[in-house]
Structure formats: structure tokens, C-alpha cells
């Protein structure tokens, strides 16, 4: 199975900063079949992007999703108070889909 | 609009079964594909398994196979998951999601059962 790795596993920022988090895989993700979700304390994930670069319903344009092949990246252009949560990558271009392990975003 | 809504929090014995069940509504349930992933105390989402109701076969990631079961009950659109054989590592909160295959992105979650595993 695809192996997906985050860094960094904290990132520590103020609101109004710029954001950019990575994931990447073990082996090249089939189709740059890549989502990125958001997930609160207490809260099931939310998707923000999928195939790597489009956003989700809703998604604000703040949220933007790049990469291909196995380093791909989401970025934040700048931090709302709200956007302050844990990140997680999933591949889903071959089966099992996998989950990365988070990046925490959190209040400087 | 669509929506998923699971079933309440279970405390279990070690050794015992449990079964979640996740209604949706909003949307056509055949053609979609329901998955459920769960995520322990503190860590991350690991996919265990999923079902397209029209085809009605599961698929179970290699750490649930023989130990989870996933099934369906159109009439009620209705999706269930029974893990049997119950540790205490399995304490966690069990979401259940909607895809447009297997595997796929999630774009709808239930809120998320609880299941404590426990002497």
C-alpha cells in the first residue's frame, strides 16, 4: 500500500500568515488522486481539495491544493482564526486509499 | 441535502461484536460508495472498509479482514459495520463516509460513534 508521510507534524502560526503543508507518498499517486481534509477537535474531517488541486464545495479560495507524482502540498494563504485544526492527506489512485498521519496547525 | 447520522456511542467487552449503523439521506444511495474509517484516541483516520449498495460486495483493508463486516439495508438506506472480536486498541471513533468509489475522497462523514472497548 502507498505510504503517505506529512510534515511538518506542527506548524505554529499567527493568523494573516501563509501556510504550506506537504505530503508526500511512497510511490507515485495514479491520477494525482489527492485530498486534503481539515478536521476540528471533537469533529469529522471536511473535505477541502480532491485531484490534488480542485476545492470542494463551499471551500473558501484561501485553500489551495498543488503537486503531483508523490510531493504535493496544501496551502493557506492566509490563516483564519478558524483554520487553526489538523490536516490530512489521502491517496486514493490505488486501493487501499490511505490516510496520511496530520499536520497540526496551531496558534503561535 | 445530504446527510449521514450514525448510531450512539457503544461500550463493549473485550472479545464481544459491535454494529454501527449509518443512515444517509439527501441522495441516491445505490450508486455511491460508503466506506467507514476509524480514528483512535489522539491519532490518525484509517480507512477499514467499504460497499457500493448496487454491486453489494465489501472490501476491507488487510488489518480488518475476517474481523470487519460491512453491509447494507437499501429499504432503509442504511449502511451497517459489525467488528467482531473486540481488543481494547480498538477503542475509537468509527465515522462512516460517502465516496464516489472505491477507493475515492470522502465528500460526506456521519459525525462519528464512539466505541469503547473496556473489562
Known amino acids: 500500500e502507498i505510504v503517505l508521510t506529512q510534515s511538518p507534524g506542527t506548524l505554529s502560526l499567527s493568523p494573516g500568515e501563509r501556510a504550506t503543508l506537504s505530503c508526500r507518498a511512497s510511490?507515485?499517486?495514479?491520477?494525482?488522486?489527492l485530498a486534503w481534509y481539515q478536521q476540528k477537535r471533537g469533529q469529522a474531517p471536511r473535505l477541502l481539495i480532491y485531484?490534488?488541486?480542485s476545492r470542494a464545495t463551499g471551500i473558501p479560495d484561501r485553500f489551495s491544493g498543488s503537486g503531483s507524482g508523490t510531493d504535493f502540498t496544501l496551502t493557506i494563504s492566509r490563516l483564519e482564526p478558524e483554520d487553526f485544526a489538523v490536516y490530512y492527506c489521502?491517496?486514493?489512485?490505488?486501493?487501499?486509499?490511505?490516510f496520511g498521519p496530520g499536520t497540526k496547525v496551531d496558534i503561535k | 441535502q445530504v446527510q449521514l447520522v450514525q448510531s450512539g456511542a457503544e461500550v463493549k467487552k473485550p472479545g464481544s461484536s459491535v454494529k454501527v449503523s449509518c443512515k444517509t439521506s439527501?441522495?441516491?444511495?445505490?450508486?455511491?460508495?460508503f466506506s467507514w474509517v476509524r480514528q483512535a484516541p489522539g491519532q490518525g483516520l484509517e480507512w477499514m472498509g467499504g460497499?457500493?449498495?448496487?454491486?453489494?460486495?465489501?472490501i476491507y483493508a488487510q488489518n480488518f479482514q475476517g474481523r470487519a463486516t460491512i453491509t447494507t439495508d437499501e429499504s432503509t438506506s442504511t449502511v451497517y459495520m459489525d467488528l467482531s472480536s473486540l481488543r481494547s486498541e480498538d477503542t475509537a471513533v468509527y465515522f462512516c463516509?460517502?465516496?464516489?468509489?472505491?477507493?475515492?475522497?470522502?465528500?460526506?462523514w456521519g459525525q462519528g460513534t464512539l466505541v469503547t472497548v473496556s473489562s
Open positions: 463516509a460517502r465516496g464516489g468509489g472505491l477507493p475515492k475522497f470522502f465528500d460526506y
Open positions: 439527501g441522495d441516491t444511495f445505490n450508486v455511491y460508495a
Open positions: 460497499i457500493i449498495p448496487i454491486y453489494g460486495t465489501a
Open positions: 510511490q507515485s499517486v495514479s491520477g494525482d488522486f
Open positions: 485531484d490534488a488541486s
Open positions: 489521502q491517496q486514493y489512485g490505488r486501493s487501499p486509499g490511505t
